[in-house]
């Protein structure tokens, strides 16, 4: 299935404090992402950047971003080559650097997803799948950073394993 896939979102600032933006401090970086017939996602700056910690802001919109690429690439990998996952929960970080002007730039992500498996002689191939799924990632191809990838197999029913 080839085709080009177009994604309109509507972002809009609510942060008007009466003042505009007269002054750094004299706006809120309160913002509303929409989309038809979804929920409204509340978002903001990143707490360092004068924006609300309560809210979405674009850092972790994107490291959720590669997160959940990659969780569902991995899923259909899995499917082609036999895998039963029965359970998948990652705990992804990123690293983002101020370049001292006003900028920066993110220098890695990390996903550490932590992927059940129905049965033992699945342990190779599940950790395989994850090479694949990066390959298939969509978030994971437009980015020019390294997206690493730390993950951890387990057996249904078994004791937690370690690293994979």
Not at 15 to 41: C, E, F, H, M, W
Not at 58 to 86: F, K, M, N, R, W
Not at 88 to 93: I, L, N, R, T, W
Request: proline share 4%; charged share 25%; hydrophobic share 40%.
């Amino acid at each position: 299935m080839f085709g080009e896939h177009r994604y309109s979102v509507r972002s809009v600032w609510t942060g008007n404090r009466g003042s505009g933006t007269t002054g750094y401090r004299d706006y809120d970086r309160a913002v509303l992402i929409q989309i038809d017939g979804k929920p409204d996602l509340l978002a903001s700056a990143d707490k360092p950047f004068r924006g609300d910690a309560a809210r979405w802001n674009p850092e972790d919109l994107l490291v959720a971003a590669l997160s959940e690429c990659h969780l569902l690439s991995y899923l259909h990998a899995c499917v082609q080559a036999g895998i039963v996952v029965t359970g998948y929960e990652d705990d992804a970080s990123g690293l983002m650097v101020e370049d001292g002007r006003g900028a920066g730039a993110f220098r890695e992500v990390v996903l550490r997803p932590r992927v059940t498996v129905a049965e033992e002689s699945m342990r190779d191939a599940a950790i395989a799948a994850h090479e694949q799924a990066h390959a298939w990632c969509f978030i994971a191809n437009s980015v020019n950073f390294p997206v690493r990838h730390e993950p951890v197999i387990v057996i249904s029913g078994a004791r937690e394993g370690g690293p994979a």
